[in-house]
Structure formats: structure tokens, C-alpha cells
């Protein structure tokens, strides 16, 4: 925990510095939602194909947070808003192109979730 997902489309590969987004955010979070930087978990899934709005040549980034369950809603704001801003910062707009970057934090259920280090 916090688990990340990052879905990208693949016209804003090379707009997008993906680690150094993750080791930021790793670095940001840790203090605000309590967690060890070595807990962090942030995965990349790039997006072959996707239709935005009305199919006029556009791009996403899509960030997903899960933080186990219990958190304050201002807490998840902030988080949020620490994303997407440093989101904005490891990425280089592509001429003529769109991009839309979002960004979501939702709970992981705590009674339910699992862990093991081996």
C-alpha cells in the first residue's frame, strides 16, 4: 500500500517521464498518508487505442491511487491534488495534440487487503 496504476496513451510515451513521476510521488505521499516509501507500489499500463470525446486526435493519463480505507476525505483531496501536480510537472505537452491528464484516489478495503514480503 498505496497501490498506483497509471494508464497512458502511447502518442504521449516518450511526453511522459514515468519513473521520475513515480519516485516523486512515492516521495510526496509518504509523509501525507503515513506510509514507508518502500510501500509504494506504481505500476504503468500503456493504452494501444482509445476514442476521446468526439474521436478528434487526443491523448490521457490516468492515474488511479489506492489507499486503504479509513482516510480522511481531505486527506485523499490533498493526495490528489499532489498528483495530478506532479503529474503536470514529468510531462512535456505534444504539439497539436490533447492531452488530458485525471486522477482518482479511492479506498482499499483494510479488513480485505493482503501482504506479504518475502
Given amino acids: 500500500m498505496p497501490q498506483i496504476t497509471v494508464e497512458y496513451s502511447a502518442e504521449v510515451r516518450e511526453a511522459f ?3 521520475a513521476f513515480a519516485l516523486a510521488l512515492h516521495q510526496a505521499l509518504s509523509p501525507l498518508v503515513d506510509a514507508e516509501v518502500a510501500a509504494f507500489k506504481t505500476r504503468f499500463r500503456q493504452i494501444e487505442e482509445s476514442v476521446i470525446g468526439d474521436g478528434s486526435p487526443a ?20 493526495a490528489g491534488r499532489t498528483g495530478i501536480e506532479l503529474a503536470q510537472q514529468h510531462f512535456k505537452p505534444v504539439d497539436g495534440l490533447t492531452t488530458q491528464l485525471t486522477l482518482e484516489v479511492y479506498d482499499l478495503d483494510r479488513e480485505q487487503y493482503q501482504k506479504r514480503v518475502s
Fill in 17 to 19: 517521464d514515468r519513473r
Fill in 59 to 78: 491523448a490521457m493519463v490516468h492515474i488511479r491511487i489506492g489507499l486503504l480505507s479509513g482516510r480522511a476525505a481531505e486527506l485523499k483531496q490533498e
